[in-house]
């Protein structure tokens, strides 16, 4: 391939990694296991082993704009607004073993296509996904319980979403303006449903 090429974006899956994600330890700044920054400029990442969370902003309009992420099996939270405004990312790839992910942590990632989001997680919180312009598919475990306001609000192209087993709560506004999503299956032992969660 071309150096400096990206190829397309594998299914979302931890089982099939891409081969050509880059690891650089020297573009991170890390303390204590907390990822600080990123300073690298490869189209498909690697974070590094070891990193138990990524704080708040870090990669927030991040003017490297990584197309693809892979996160370490080490990974056990993402800090709110983390990748908020990455404009070019277009997947994650997410360890299962991850327990929590802040709010408007992915907001406005508005070239991700797809979400297989991990069993380690309990909630989705507000406004997580909100304005993924292009995600289509979304596929929740059945450890997620609830998912918050506005999570995926103003995704307009989202046509499916798998709801886990265990979801027990849908905040308000949870898929406002998802004009896309036409048919849904609610779980059995779902207990709320907040105010205009599925406006159009």
Known sequence: KPEGKVPPVPKVSRRVLPANAVCRPQDYEIFAGILKAYNGADPVIRVPDGVTGILDETFEYCSNDPEVI???????????????????????????????????????????????????????????????????????????????????????????????????????????????????????GLQSIGDTAFLH
């Open 70 to 188: 892979v996160l370490p099996d080490s990974l056990q939270l993402i800090g709110n607004n983390a990748f908020n405004g990455c404009g070019n990312l277009r997947a994650v790839y997410f360890p299962d073993t991850m327990q929590s992910i802040g709010e408007f942590a992915f907001s406005s990632c508005r070239s991700l296509q797809t979400l297989s989001l991990p069993r380690g997680l309990s909630r989705i919180p507000e406004e997580c996904f909100s304005w993924c312009a292009v995600l289509q598919s979304v596929t929740l475990p059945d450890g997620i319980g609830t998912i918050g306001p506005g999570a995926f609000s103003w995704c307009q192209e989202l046509k499916t979403i798998d709801f886990g087993a265990g979801l027990k709560t849908i905040g308000a506004d949870a898929f406002s303006f998802c004009k896309n999503l036409s048919t849904i299956r609610l779980p059995a």
